[in-house]
């Protein structure tokens, strides 16, 4: 067996890993959403703080998400340089803007809020946010 082939492997177990992160980093908003629903609905406090404790994993699957899926973007352009030469220019757009969506919306404004991180690194995060 090439070192080709293990190389290949590894793209394959690093796949797997950001399937799984990936799927559950956008999964979970959709559950912080209908907990801070139900709290705006029955103004039970138990929803709210659901809410925000499901913000915390979220934050660190949508991390973890993010950095297994630029390894994964790195692995495509060396491991397939045949296939990302013809389809790189199609299937790049839908990367991008899939990251865009991503990171444009409001969760991270909100789980960042929640987690409540020093004031000048969210005026900071609002301000490069602005740029784009």
């Known amino acids: 067996m090439s070192n080709f082939f293990f ?9 797997a890993f950001h399937i799984i992160f990936a799927a559950l980093g956008i999964g979970m908003p959709l559950l912080m959403v209908i907990a801070e629903g139900m709290y705006l609905r029955t103004r039970e406090p138990v929803y709210l703080d659901l809410s925000k ?21 790195f692995e495509l352009g060396l491991l397939w340089p045949g296939f990302m030469g013809k389809a790189g220019a199609i ?3 839908p990367f991008s803007l899939r990251l865009r969506v991503l990171h444009g919306s409001n969760l991270h404004r909100r789980v960042s809020v929640w987690l409540e991180p020093p004031l000048i690194l969210l005026a900071l995060a609002f301000r490069i946010d602005r740029r784009h």
């Open 91 to 93: 299937i790049g757009m």
């Open 53 to 73: 404790r499901w913000a915390h994993g979220t934050a660190i699957l949508f991390a973890v998400g993010a950095v297994s899926g630029t390894v994964l973007s």
């Open 7 to 15: 190389a290949r492997s590894q793209m394959a177990m690093s796949l």
